[in-house]
């Protein structure tokens, strides 16, 4: 095995596929789960194990990567270009695609070059303020209806809205404060459309005990989860499916830091703020003979360059470690992790398929 590798506790992630699809069951939802976090074949063979049979990815060229293991209900949660419609038509002559819409122009663009059916859903913003129609403009929202309904190749299937900012969240609590009032907005509107709604976000999935008016979730980061979900409590330790193996190659005793090969082309810039507000990169965890434990305070990963990390430690854990030792570190983002290494190893050391891997 080399290193930094990104190890995957399979035992792990199929737990977290198995409570997250009782859990659209036990509420009466239907589950189409994102699969952009871990864009691999064999973990999307977990999720049909426990009988799911609708997807989520993020591009199209994902979707295509999907459909090769016979997916064949696959929503792009992305407002697709014009300028993917040929190979969209493609894809739409053997599976069932949907894309996500914003605007009426590109609807139009699309029926009139389009020769197979394509599914829409029309996105909502629900203040997270990266794309979509406000949940309360209806008459915009009216207005992009008609337009698929007056076409001859698109179908209506719904909304489609993502809270992102519940991630900005630091706890339960203020998880469901946020999403209370979007989920009372989300049930005016199914008032004035009564149509379906999909919901998807990994905190708010994991946290809520009801969905409301939601008839379909697809969350995507929970089948792997990460030490940002643990510090918003959407999950716990335990939870974490996937953790950066890397090995130390320098010692600085003056200041009890370690370099390590694990940079930014591995764990990507994303961060979380320690108590001071600094940011960090990730949290050592202990070692184990069957991968690792626990996460052990006071050793984070303080600072990355594109392939240079450093560990500011406690000096117990500076003077346990030699170099050339391999540690585990819990990424902050595990999706933005997992699409950087492009590849998984077991704790087994057996490998495991990634889409960046793959050629087309």
């Known amino acids: 095995m080399t290193f930094p590798s990104l190890i995957l506790d399979s035992d792990t992630a199929k737990r977290n596929i198995k409570k997250m699809t009782r859990k659209a069951s036990d509420l009466n939802v239907e ?21 799911v049979k609708a997807i989520t990815v993020s591009s199209v060229k994902m979707a295509e990567f999907f459909s090769q293991d016979s997916w064949k209900d696959i929503t792009i949660a992305f407002p697709v270009s014009i300028h993917d419609v040929h190979r969209l038509n493609e894809l739409c002559s053997t599976v069932t695609v949907n894309i996500l819409a914003v605007d009426a122009q590109t609807l139009k663009e699309f029926d ?8 829409i859903y029309i996105e909502l913003d629900p203040g997270y303020g990266r794309s979509g129609i406000p949940i309360n403009d209806f008459f915009t929202l009216d207005d992009l209806k008609s337009v698929v309904e007056q076409s001859e190749h698109l179908i209506f299937k719904g909304f489609y809205t ?48 009801s969905f409301g008016p939601i008839d379909q979730i697809s969350p995507g980061n929970f089948v792997f989860y990460d030490w940002t979900q643990t510090k918003i409590n959407s999950c716990s330790e335990e939870d974490i499916a996937v953790a950066m193996f890397c090995h130390v190659v320098a010692k600085y005793p003056k200041r009890n830091q370690l370099l390590i090969h694990g940079g930014a082309v591995h764990f990507s810039k994303d961060n979380f703020p320690d108590n ?12 184990t003979d069957n991968g690792w434990g626990a996460s052990i305070p006071g050793n984070i990963l303080s600072s990355i360059s594109q392939e240079h990390g450093t560990i500011t430690c406690t000096p117990e854990f500076f003077d346990q470690v030699n170099v050339g030792d391999i540690i585990p570190i819990l990424p902050i983002h595990s999706c933005l992790t997992a699409d950087l290494m492009g590849e998984y190893a077991s704790i087994e050391g057996i490998s495991i398929d990634h889409m960046t891997r793959k050629t087309f």
């Open 31 to 51: 589950f189409r789960p994102h699969f952009k976090t871990h864009q691999s074949l064999e973990v999307g063979k977990w999720f049909r194990n426990e009988g």
């Open 112 to 119: 009139g070059k389009l020769t197979n059916k394509l599914g």
């Open 162 to 209: 993502h809270a992102g900012h519940s991630y900005k969240c630091r706890n339960k609590q203020e998880i469901q404060e946020l999403v209370g009032p979007i989920l009372d907005q989300l049930t005016n509107l199914k008032e004035h459309f009564d149509d379906p709604i999909c919901f998807g976000d990994t905190p708010s999935c994991s946290v809520l005990d």
């Open 276 to 287: 001071d507000d600094n940011p960090y990169f990730g949290i050592v965890a202990q070692k």
